[in-house]
T-cell receptor, first 114, second 112 residues
Framework: ETGVTQTPRHLVMGMTNKKSLKCEQH?????MYWYKQSAKKPLELMFV???????ENNSVPSRFSPECPNSSHLFLHLHTLQPEDSALYLC?????????????FGPGTRLTVL | TQLLEQSPQFLSIQEGENLTVYCNSS?????LQWYRQEPGEGPVLLVT?????EVKKLKRLTFQFGDARKDSSLHITAAQPGDTGLYLC????????????FGKGTKLSVIP
C-alpha cells in the first residue's frame, strides 16, 4: 500500500454508539492531521499531530478523541455523536508539521450519524 | 478569522472551453494552495504559490497569485472531462502555523 489509507470508507452509527476511524500513512511522514468536510462548508482542521504529539486542537468537542500511537497511525475515536457530525472525515500527512509542507490526503471516511 | 471566498460555486462547461475560477479574501496570506478533489477521494495538491504576482503553469492549468497576496485565480485552457472535480483553494496564515484556511470550493463539470 502506498500513500494515505483510511478505514472504514463508510460508517453509519447511532448516537449512542462508539466507533473509531483509522488512518495509516506509508510515506514516512512525521505529521498527521484530521479534517472534517461537511456539505456547503469549508474543510475544517480538527487535530494536528507531530511525532505522535498533539500540537493543534481546533476547539473540537470532546466526543471526538484522537489518538496517535506512532507516526504512521492516527485514530479518531467517536462516542455519543450528534446527527450534525455527519460528514466526510479526512486524514492527511506531511513530512513535517507546519506550512510549506505538502499535505497528502487519504480518501476519507463518510460518516452518517442517525 | 480569515475567510476565502471561491467563485463560482458551480460551473458546467463543454469540453474544449476555457474557464477561470477565483479565490478571494480580504486578508493577506503568506502562501496559497490549490487542490482538486474527485468524488470519493481526498484533495490532491496541484500547486503552491508564494510570491505576490506569481504565475505558475501546470500543463493546461495556469495559477496566479494576486500582487497583494489576497486573491488567486485558476485558469484552465481547453477543458477536458478529466478536469471534472472540486477545486479548493487554501491559504496559509503565516510561518509556524499549522492552519490552512480552505474555501468552499468550485465544483467543475466538463461535459464531453
Amino acid at each position: 500500500e502506498t500513500g494515505v489509507t483510511q478505514t472504514p470508507r463508510h460508517l453509519v452509527m447511532g448516537m449512542t454508539n462508539k466507533k473509531s476511524l483509522k488512518c495509516e500513512q506509508h510515506l514516512g511522514h512525521n505529521a498527521m492531521y484530521w479534517y472534517k468536510q461537511s456539505a456547503k462548508k469549508p474543510l475544517e482542521l480538527m487535530f494536528v499531530y507531530s511525532l505522535e504529539e498533539r500540537v493543534e486542537n481546533n476547539s473540537v468537542p470532546s466526543r471526538f478523541s484522537p489518538e496517535c500511537p506512532n507516526s504512521s497511525h492516527l485514530f479518531l475515536h467517536l462516542h455519543t455523536l450528534q446527527p450534525e457530525d455527519s460528514a466526510l472525515y479526512l486524514c492527511a500527512s506531511s513530512r513535517e508539521a507546519g506550512l510549506g509542507n505538502e499535505q497528502f490526503f487519504g480518501p476519507g471516511t463518510r460518516l452518517t450519524v442517525l | 478569522t480569515q475567510l476565502l471566498e471561491q467563485s463560482p460555486q458551480f460551473l458546467s462547461i463543454q469540453e474544449g472551453e476555457n474557464l477561470t475560477v477565483y479565490c478571494n479574501s480580504s486578508s493577506v496570506f503568506s502562501s496559497l494552495q490549490w487542490y482538486r478533489q474527485e468524488p470519493g477521494e481526498g484533495p490532491v495538491l496541484l500547486v503552491t504559490v508564494v510570491t505576490g504576482g506569481e504565475v505558475k503553469k501546470l500543463k493546461r492549468l495556469t495559477f496566479q497569485f494576486g500582487d497583494a497576496r489576497k486573491d488567486s485565480s485558476l485558469h484552465i485552457t481547453a477543458a477536458q472531462p478529466g478536469d471534472t472535480g472540486l477545486y479548493l483553494c487554501a491559504g496559509a496564515e503565516g510561518a509556524g502555523s499549522y492552519q490552512l484556511t480552505f474555501g468552499k470550493g468550485t465544483k467543475l463539470s466538463v461535459i464531453p
